[in-house]
Nanobody, 122 residues
Framework: QLQLVESGGGSVQPGESLRLSCTAS????????IGWFRQAAGQEREGVAC?????????SYVDSVKGRFTISRDNAKNTVYLQMNSLKPEDTGVYYC??????????????WGKGILVTVSS
């Protein structure tokens, strides 16, 4: 089974940046839509960003992060990244790497990482 392992989370001040990474094992990500969801305490998970299957430049973002977050993939490293700039307190939450098999976009998600905490405060 595909495994997704996130890294790069942490605690930062508003306006600062973080770069999340997610590395897959067990299968290549080339033909998977891959992306990131997040969940604040007591809230439903929401899709944050997605990069289309077999694409390096077709991306989608939730409105609240447009212009601040950038998703990218490196197929050679079997890794997806989320560059998060100008972070706000409302970005705080657990971020999950996701992969969707047989989907152009991040719907019908089949695989989830364990999640990594991002805290933006002060």
């Amino acid at each position: 089974q595909l495994q997704l392992v996130e890294s790069g989370g942490g605690s930062v001040q508003p306006g600062e940046s973080l770069r999340l990474s997610c590395t897959a094992s067990g299968v290549t990500l080339e033909n998977y839509a891959i992306g990131w969801f997040r969940q604040a305490a007591g809230q439903e998970r929401e899709g944050v960003a997605c990069i289309r299957r077999s694409s390096t430049d077709m991306t989608s973002y939730v409105d609240s992060v447009k212009g601040r977050f950038t998703i990218s993939r490196d197929n050679a490293k079997n890794t997806v990244y989320l560059q998060m700039n100008s972070l706000k307190p409302e970005d705080t939450g657990v971020y999950y790497c996701v992969a969707a098999d047989g989907r152009n976009w991040c719907s019908g998600v089949d695989y989830w990482g364990k999640g990594i905490l991002v805290t933006v405060s002060s």
